[in-house]
T-cell receptor
């Protein structure tokens, strides 16, 4: 079993929809949680960075962490075709750790 | 400020050959991490270098090696290539101060082994 599980999708939604992307994990030592966006033929780009449980909002993006359930989410409001990409969750135990553990990524398609 | 630069972008090799990939971190960044990305396994950590020293290593065979130069540029080498080494190899760098788990990725080198 992988340390981080993520539904690969693809997830297809109409423009303007609210998108919910999720990851579950098994290592209770994870304290830092990140979401990356990866466009085709590009490297991952950091979207959200959170520590421990709770919510963090940045524009149309909200990251949510529930450590008791070992479950993290990324919500995208008013989704746009330009949001079409693969979304990767990543985690680490410490902020001094260079080793990130990634989910396999969810492909998102936002239809105009 | 230029981002993380990886060269070449694409490579085609045959089984048994060896390959060297290059990564130039963001100016001022001194740490470089390497990841392998495949459809089946996703992104997996290979190793991390800081000040020309390998400080962390993932669970990969010894055929995968790397080094870092005094200007922080890094190279990754894979010897005796196998079909399963076909992947996107990503390099990431971190700020010299602040959280080390905030990493900035390059566009990657796509390696195809025939």
């Amino acid at each position: 079993q992988k340390e981080v599980e993520q539904d690969p999708g693809p997830l297809s939604v109409p423009e303007g929809a609210i998108v919910s992307l999720n990851c579950t994990y098994s290592n209770s030592a994870f304290q830092y949680f990140m979401w990356y966006r990866q466009y085709s033929r590009k490297g991952p780009e950091l979207l959200m960075y959170t520590y421990s449980s709770g919510n963090k909002e940045d524009g149309r993006f909200t990251a949510q962490v529930d450590k008791s359930s070992k479950y993290i989410s990324l919500f995208i409001r008013d989704s746009q075709p330009s949001d079409s990409a693969t979304y990767l969750c990543a985690m680490s135990e410490r902020d001094s750790s260079y080793k990130l553990i990634f989910g396999s990524g969810t492909r998102l398609l936002v239809r105009p | 400020k230029a981002g993380v630069t990886q060269t070449p972008r694409y490579l085609i090799k045959t089984r048994g050959q060896q390959v060297t990939l290059s990564c130039s971190p963001i100016s001022g960044h001194r740490s470089v991490s390497w990841y392998q990305q495949t459809p089946g396994q996703g992104l997996q950590f290979l190793f991390e270098y800081f000040s020309e020293t390998q400080r962390n290593k993932g669970n990969f065979p010894g055929r995968f090696s790397g080094r870092q130069f005094s200007n922080s540029r890094s190279e990754m080498n894979v010897s005796t290539l196998e079909l399963g080494d076909s992947a996107l190899y990503l390099c990431a760098s971190s700020l010299p101060r602040g959280p080390k788990n905030i990493q900035y990725f390059g566009a990657g080198t796509r390696l195809s082994v025939l």
